[in-house]
């Protein structure tokens, strides 16, 4: 809807307002013509503001249409005040629209479009049935019968009470027979819905069916105990309309929310699982790249050094090459096994441990009863904490022992690791217990260090296994 458009809308429903706060208070047959003057108008401008606030949000839903609408058929029911016979006839018959319109929001709520054939018939009946119903009793009821000093009504063709009893009977049954098909229809289909679109439908169907049942009890006789009531109920409705509205536009965001975090999670997880494929392809290409032709070189000076004989000065020069060359190749080595071990991709997560654990200058004891079997991405989160505490414990700690434990257990993998050190160890101050972190939060786990000073240092990882 346009701006232009609402305001216009805007300017009707405060013309009808004020035209209903008058007719009641002029009104000579009107019981609490100053309540009426209030409410009626109230009724009217809540339906309308609430219904251009939904169509604004939600222009591809008609409830907003619809609750507008319901705002002028509710104007046209309090024109049963006017004194004048043809208007109060008039609203005799049309001023039952709103039961109607009240009946297609609550069929189609939350978009206003109804979902089949047979809910298409319910409105329908209710468009026929909530304005005609009583017209049969109006043609012989009077006054008397009606129970008001209200102007003659212009539908009256001759005052019969047996008539005018049967014609109010007949309408009754038609107001409880709908109501009994409604609420056949709504309940179910409330007991089926998702929970969080049946938090959405609560408060609507159930101001709505309240509304429905007291009207139908106000229709059948029983007068203003019922009637205020009901008022009441329909005066509520815009606020459980927009009470739903808010809460279906949370629940929007939140599926949102929750599906880009799962996105982020997913993304995550690809970056890890993506680095440790480039780790094993980094490995590969030293162990049989760099590291095969190191390897190659070495023979090839070992067998220069047979062929130098008694020369003393080129053997010496071959002896400190070969030195240099065994260097250069355990640092190859080192830096393989620091990029992605070959052991952990070829034999598993215990194995890899057991190398690491034995190249710790710091007695360390392992237990690994549960790191068979696990999802790769999983064993190089848990090798790669292992490893970066481990290498703290030898830089840092200044401890006598360590211990290394990985465990199994409520569908996670916990692996800790703890010293007897000095303690005083920070997350924040350096990257690799950052990265470590980063590490095991794209697999949904969580890091957590303990490190008082003088008291050790405890590294607790723990990793879902459906990561």
């Known amino acids: 809807m346009t701006t232009a458009r609402a305001w216009a809308v805007v300017a009707l429903a405060l013309a009808a307002g004020a035209t209903a706060a008058v ?46 609408l319901l705002g002028f058929a509710w104007f046209l029911f309090t024109l049963e005040s006017s004194n004048s016979p ?26 206003g479009r109804l979902a089949s054939a047979r809910d298409r018939a319910i409105v329908i009946a209710g468009y026929v049935i ?34 005018a009893l049967a014609g109010r009977v007949f309408g009754a049954l038609l107001y409880v027979g709908l109501f009994v098909i409604v609420l056949a229809r709504t309940v179910p289909r409330w007991r089926g819905a998702a929970p969080e679109e049946r938090v959405q439908l609560a408060p ?22 019922a009637w205020w009531p009901a008022f009441v109920s329909t005066a509520l409705l815009p606020f459980a309309f927009l009470g739903s509205l808010l809460r ?24 890890v699982q993506a680095g440790d494929a480039e780790r094993r392809r980094l490995e590969r290409d030293l162990h049989d790249g760099a590291q095969s032709r190191l390897v190659a070189l070495a023979l090839l000076l070992r067998t220069a050094r047979l062929r130098a004989g008694e020369d003393r000065g080129l053997g010496e020069l071959l002896d400190r090459a070969q030195e240099e060359l065994q260097t250069s190749l355990a640092e190859l080595r080192e830096l393989a096994r620091g990029i992605h071990p070959a052991v952990l991709t070829d034999r598993g997560l215990e194995p890899a441990l057991h190398a690491l654990v034995a190249r710790v200058p710091v007695p360390v004891t392992l237990e690994a009863a549960g790191a068979e079997h696990l999802p790769g991405a999983v064993e190089s989160a848990a090798y790669f904490v292992v490893s970066e505490a481990l290498t703290n414990v030898a830089k840092y700690a200044n401890a006598t022992q360590a211990s290394v434990a990985v465990r199994r257990e409520n569908g996670h993998v916990t692996v800790e690791v ?17 990265g470590l972190s980063d590490r095991v939060a794209a697999l949904d786990g969580r890091l957590r260090l303990d490190s008082p000073a003088g008291r050790g240092t405890r590294l607790r990882a723990e990793i879902p296994l459906g990561s």
């Open 418 to 434: 703890s010293d007897d050190g000095i303690g005083g160890a920070d997350a924040a101050g350096g990257s690799g217990l950052r």
């Open 86 to 111: 043809l208007v109060h006839t008039s609203s005799l018959v049309t001023g039952g629209l709103w039961g109607g319109v009240f009946l297609h929001i609550g069929m189609s709520f939350p978009s």
């Open 204 to 225: 609507v169907y159930a101001c709505a069916l309240l509304t429905f049942l007291l009207v139908t009890i106000a229709q059948a006789g029983v007068g203003d105990a």
């Open 23 to 68: 007719v009641a208070l002029t009104s000579d047959h009107r019981d609490a013509r100053i309540v009426w003057a209030i409410f009626g108008p109230a009724v009217l401008l809540s339906f309308v503001g609430t219904g251009l606030y939904a169509w604004r949000r939600r222009p591809e839903s008609r409830i907003g249409a619809l609750m507008v």
């Open 130 to 163: 909530f304005p005609l119903a009583f017209v049969p009793s109006l043609l012989f009821a009077g006054e008397h019968v009606l129970d008001c000093a209200c102007p003659e009504h212009l539908l009256l063709l001759q005052p019969d009470d047996d008539l």
């Open 248 to 271: 279906s536009h949370v629940s929007h965001l939140d599926a949102e929310l929750r599906e880009s975090l799962e996105e982020l999670r997913a993304s995550r997880a690809r970056v």
